[in-house]
């Protein structure tokens, strides 16, 4: 099995930064991307930015220029640094993983979630 472990939400004023982390742990071969969601009350899932495991990255036309990801490939670690937050950032995150385990068999995985409010 893999686990995804988000550590980094929190509370934080508008213009403020926070940084999220996940670590991906069990039985992996190789992940191919990994990803942060983010889940806003009343609103479904949406894709806030993805890496490729040669480096490639793709964001939310929202947080373009304010949020950055980042991955340790020697640690199975994600990063999602984010900058000049908003109110209308404020959501569960998510982590996600493509992933090959042990066994060859491919498969995708969700961390726990994390919360992240910007108070105005």
């Known amino acids: 099995q893999v686990q995804l472990v988000e550590s980094g939400g929190g509370l934080v004023q508008a213009g403020g930064s926070l940084r999220l982390s996940c670590a991906a742990s069990g039985t992996i071969r190789s992940i191919l991307t990994m990803g942060w969601y983010r889940q806003a009350p009343g609103k479904q899932r949406e894709l806030v930015a993805g890496?490729?495991?040669?480096?490639?990255?793709n964001y939310a036309d929202s947080v373009k220029g304010r949020f950055t990801i980042s991955r340790d490939s020697a640690k199975n670690t994600a990063y999602l640094q984010m900058n000049s937050l908003k109110p209308e950032d404020t959501a569960v995150y998510y982590c996600?993983?493509?992933?090959?385990?042990?066994?060859?068999?491919?498969?995708?995985?969700w961390g726990q979630g994390t919360q992240v409010t910007v108070s105005s």
């Open positions: 890496i490729t495991f040669d480096g490639k990255t």
């Open positions: 996600n993983a493509d992933a090959i385990h042990t066994n060859w068999v491919r498969s995708e995985f």
